[in-house]
């Protein structure tokens, strides 16, 4: 596998039980070196991607049992839509699904807080990918710390780790702000002809005085 080391002031190593993990895989990978991130968001700030190239890991608890699911970062989870689909693979009924605290993911994936993985073998749990995220090509993936992530081929992420795949990823919906200040000015530019419109100085102030 390749390295690709960026530049950074005296980043935490890389886990060697991750590195150790990866490597016994066999799977074509790059361990990427970065500034310290905590968010799906800073990652993709940090490496210059786009946000449907990070993969975003979370633990879930469905009834008794856990998962590591996993969806790009500019999806949010839909709890109905995946207990639904973890429902279907297990085959009963899922009544309860919710996504526990960080001292119950360091409990049971075996990691300190923040250090969960996307790699569910890692951690000895199934792994849940959103069909959102399989269709990419290549994305990053968590590696348990906050200086490094790890680049792979999707599709040898999905057959490695025997990822059940499943939709239950609902795109963001971002606020169109551009589309809002464009209405504001059309909005001041209308005022603005009134007031320029009117027979006196004291009527274009009055009309000003307004908005």
């Known amino acids: 596998f390749a390295l690709h080391w960026q530049k950074t002031k005296k980043p935490a190593p890389l886990p060697t039980k991750v590195l150790a993990y990866l490597e016994k895989a066999g799977v074509p990978h790059e361990v990427l070196s970065h500034r310290t991130v905590y968010t799906a968001f800073d990652a993709a700030s940090t490496m210059k991607r786009k946000l449907n190239e990070i993969a975003k890991s979370l633990l879930i608890k469905a009834d008794q049992d856990y998962y590591l699911v996993l969806l790009p970062a500019d999806h949010n989870l839909d709890l109905k839509k995946l207990q639904t689909a973890i429902g279907k693979h ?3 009924t899922i009544k309860v699904v919710k996504i526990p605290g960080e001292e119950a993911v360091a409990q049971v994936a075996k990691v300190k807080k923040q250090a969960l ?44 780790e025997q990822a059940l795949l499943a939709k239950f990823g609902v795109k963001r919906i971002v606020k169109k702000v551009k589309k809002q200040v464009k209405k504001e000015v059309k909005k001041d530019v209308k005022i603005v002809k009134k007031a320029l419109n009117a027979n006196s100085k004291p009527a274009a102030k009055k009309i000003v005085k307004k908005k």
């Open 90 to 92: 297990a085959k009963k």
């Open 117 to 160: 993985t996307a790699f569910g073998g890692l951690h000895k749990l199934p792994v849940i990918i959103d069909e959102n995220l399989a269709k990419a090509k290549k994305a990053v993936f968590s590696s348990g710390s906050a200086n490094h992530s790890v680049e792979l081929a999707v599709k040898d992420f999905i057959k490695h």
